[in-house]
T-cell receptor, first 114, second 117 residues
Framework: AAGVIQSPRHLIKEKRETATLKCYPI?????VYWYQQGPGQDPQFLIS???????DKGSIPDRFSAQQFSDYHSELNMSSLELGDSALYFC?????????????FGPGTRLTVL | AQKITQTQPGMFVQEKEAVTLDCTYD???????LFWYKQPSSGEMIFLIY??????QNATEGRYSLNFQKARKSANLVISASQLGDSAMYFC??????????????FGPGTSLSVIP
């Protein structure tokens, strides 16, 4: 079965640089979620999109922005990178926004900021 | 306040034995979903099992079963016949229903499981 695709899988950037992470949801999934997992921590919700509109926002810094495109893929743009942004970034997709819908996670993008 | 509590930071289990990973949750929403995810050392987050708040029966998926005790707000994961490949971090997670922001999944702190040959 098709899974969530994330690219790149690994990314190394310098402080103050910009990074763009991409997410391709499972076919026919209309909802995309972004999570950030710091070292030794549980994933923290950043932002989500349903039918190309932002549906919820968590602890996402103002330096980050995201959008969902007409083909349902999503991009997370991160500017003025800081050392503390080094983390594993997950994208998840689902088919709706009720509490009973399962979110399927991609393999993650490991971002290292030097 | 912590919404998801996993009181076992680390656990060991002998290969082929069963193990229970504890999870308690806190919500005032009558509609919610409970999930367990597995995260191996490679980093990916693998969905294991789901239990809805209105489900009458405990969820099962192969060697995984969820011991759902609604009144106690507990959703323990039971892994039967442990295998070496089960060694990983296990996260309990919850997604609340219509009364609150219902998009995000809230994760617990995780339990690190090590299977001993």
């Amino acid at each position: 079965a098709a899974g969530v695709i994330q690219s790149p899988r690994h990314l190394i950037k310098e402080k103050r640089e910009t990074a763009t992470l991409k997410c391709y949801p499972i076919p026919r999934h209309d909802t995309v979620y972004w999570y950030q997992q710091g070292p030794g921590q549980d994933p923290q919700f950043l932002i989500s999109f349903y039918e190309k509109m932002q549906s919820d926002k968590g602890s996402i810094p103002d330096r980050f922005s995201a959008q969902q495109f007409s083909d349902y893929h999503s991009e997370l743009n991160m500017s003025s990178l800081e050392l503390g942004d080094s983390a594993l970034y997950f994208c998840a997709s689902g088919t709706g926004t009720s509490g009973t819908d399962t979110q399927y996670f991609g393999p993650g993008t490991r971002l290292t900021v030097l | 306040a912590q919404k998801i509590t996993q009181t076992q930071p680390g656990m060991f289990v002998q290969e082929k034995e069963a193990v229970t990973l504890d999870c308690t949750y806190d919500t005032s929403d009558p509609s919610y979903g409970l999930f367990w995810y597995k995260q191996p050392s490679s980093g990916e987050m693998i969905f294991l099992i789901y239990q809805g708040s209105y489900d009458q029966q405990n969820a099962t998926e192969g060697r995984y079963s969820l011991n759902f005790q609604k009144a106690r707000k507990s959703a323990n994961l039971v892994i039967s016949a442990s295998q070496l490949g089960d060694s990983a971090m296990y996260f309990c997670a919850m997604r609340e229903g219509a009364e609150t922001s219902y998009d995000k999944v809230i994760f617990g702190p995780g339990t690190s499981l090590s299977v001993i040959p």
